[in-house]
């Protein structure tokens, strides 16, 4: 199994920009399709971006094309989430997320791997 925790959040004002990383230990990094995720109390969790085991394909959801990019550092066993001209509506918690499905990579479930968590708030 993989451990997943996530660093880099915080409070920005609207415009800024922030970058997430996920570090991961365990099992072999790139054995995992890796995603992010982020949630509001009492919503659904939203996939935000997805990227295959090679970073050879990533997903991102419309309302973040353009502005966010997901990568990933298998020599670091790390995920990142650049996020760029961030808006009051991108406050959330943002998880990271790891599966091993060999299809339906961009998909991640309840039973797969997750981390803890990291807030970011965007002021308007």
């Known amino acids: 199994q993989v451990q997943l925790v996530e660093s880099g959040g915080g409070l920005v004002q609207a415009g800024d920009s922030l970058r997430l990383s996920c570090a991961a230990s365990?099992?072999?990094?790139?054995?995992?399709?890796m995603g992010w995720f982020r949630q509001l109390p009492g919503k659904e969790r939203e996939r935000v971006a997805a990227i295959t085991r090679t970073g050879g394909s990533t997903y991102y959801t419309d309302s973040v094309k353009g502005r966010f990019a997901i990568s990933r550092d298998n020599a670091r066993n790390t995920l990142y989430l650049q996020m760029n001209g961030l808006k009051p509506e991108d406050t959330a918690v943002y998880y990271c997320?790891?599966?091993?499905?060999?299809?339906?990579?961009?998909?991640?479930?309840?039973?797969?791997?997750w981390g803890q968590g990291t807030q970011v708030t965007v002021s308007s």
């Open positions: 365990g099992r072999t990094f790139n054995m995992y399709n």
């Open positions: 997320a790891a599966n091993s499905r060999p299809a339906g990579a961009f998909v991640f479930t309840r039973s797969d791997y």
